[in-house]
Structures are given as C-alpha cells and as structure tokens.
C-alpha cells in the first residue's frame, strides 16, 4: 500500500562522494519534492517538479540536483557532499495547484549521514 | 518569506492529560496544514484548515485555525501513548506555493 517510496531508508557516504536518493510514486501526482529535514529544524524545501517543470529554491546549493525521468520516479542526486548534509532527506508528491490545494504525501525519507 | 513558529518546542504530559500547540504564522494563511512525524520517519497527514474560524477533528485531535491572528491550534484530548511523536504545521504561501513548514513540537506521553 505504500504510496511514495524512498530508498534506500539509511545511506552513508563518503565526504565528497556523490550519492544518490530515490523517491517514487504509485499516486500519479503532478508534483514531486524534495526536503531537507536537520535535527530539531523545519523541512527545508530543495526543489519540486511540476511535471516535468523544475523549481529550484534560491538557496539550494549547487551541489543538489534532481531528476525526473518520468512520472513515477524523482532522483536527488548530491554531487559532492559535505558533512553538513547529513540530514533526513524527505520526498513528498501532491496533485498540483488545484485551487490550493496542496495536501502533500510524504514517503518515509532517506537518512543520509556522510563520514 | 513566510515563517512559522510553533510553540511550545517540546511538552512532555501524562498520560489521559489534555495538551494545545501553536502554530503562528508571519504572514496570511491561505491554508494550514498539521502533520505528524515520528522519530526518524517521514510526515503523516493530520489535517487541512482554510477558512477562519474552521474547525475539524480526528479522533482526539481537534484543530482550528484564527484566521485575524494568523495562527492554528492543535488540540488533543486524553493523550495516549500512541500520540507521542514530532507534531508539525505547514502552510501555503500566496500564488499557490509549495508547503512551508515550522520546526515541530516534540510531544512525550508518559504513563
């Protein structure tokens, strides 16, 4: 029944390692994004797709892409991580601006530390 | 951009006691949303508000929003162990922007 999956749930790295994160979807949602979560602090958004449109936030550091290759499946790949990316990364989707509303579902997040 | 702020940070209740967290928001709500996380997990849909003076429950949980004073309270009545957990309000900005979140209040139920 799970909705939006993420994998892997726990990832390590090396500093300066590129990783990648997955998130796909059974939902068939518009809309896909990404948060980044530290401890005790809000979900920061990253970037969200709408379709195939990207948003990136201003202040998402280069070192974070993302890839959508279709509907189902969204990629936040970390070039070259530092350790100040360690965090619980979530993926979330939602139907898309339909008059606001903008309920999001939420997949279980990867929990990246980087050593 | 738009902040929330929820308070308290943390609570810590007995068990069958009754608990209120706030969500204030530096700007118009145009929708609040409740989530809630459990420790290391990702965030499970509570409830949507979005018009002033709305009102909805779940269970124990009941949530309004005062729209003049741009904030939401989460309620829960008798609290369980099971409502242990990080509880987190979101919010639309206006022009339909993606959900801003507050830092969560860390609720313990102890028996």
């Known amino acids: 029944d799970a909705m939006v999956i993420q994998n892997p749930r726990y990832q390590v790295t090396q500093f300066g390692k590129p990783v990648t994160l997955s998130c796909s979807q059974t939902l068939n949602h518009n809309v896909m994004y990404w948060y980044q979560q530290k401890s005790s602090q809000a979900p920061k958004l990253l970037f969200h797709?709408?379709?195939?449109?990207?948003?990136n936030e201003a202040d998402t550091p280069d070192n974070f892409q993302s890839r959508r290759p279709n509907t189902s499946f969204c990629f936040l790949d970390i070039r070259s991580p530092g350790l100040g990316d360690a965090a619980m990364y979530l993926c979330?989707?939602?139907?898309?601006?339909?008059?606001?509303?903008?309920?999001?579902?939420f997949g279980s997040g990867t929990q990246l530390s980087v050593l | 951009s738009q902040e929330l702020e929820q308070s308290p940070q943390s609570l810590i209740v007995q068990e069958g006691k009754n608990l209120t967290i706030n969500c204030t928001s530096s700007k118009t709500l145009y929708g609040l949303y409740w989530y809630k996380q459990k420790y290391g997990e990702g965030l499970i849909f509570l409830m949507m508000?979005?018009?002033?003076?709305e009102e909805k429950s779940h269970e124990k949980i009941t949530a309004k929003l005062d729209e003049k004073k741009q904030q939401s309270s989460l309620h829960i009545t008798a609290s369980q162990p099971s409502h242990a957990g990080i509880y987190l309000c979101g919010a639309e900005g206006s022009g339909n922007t993606p959900l801003v979140f507050g830092k969560g209040t860390r609720l313990s139920v102890i028996a």
């Open positions: 979330a989707t939602s139907r898309g601006y339909e008059g606001g509303n903008e309920k999001l579902f």
């Open positions: 797709y709408y379709d195939k449109d990207f948003n």
């Open positions: 508000l979005q018009k002033g003076g």
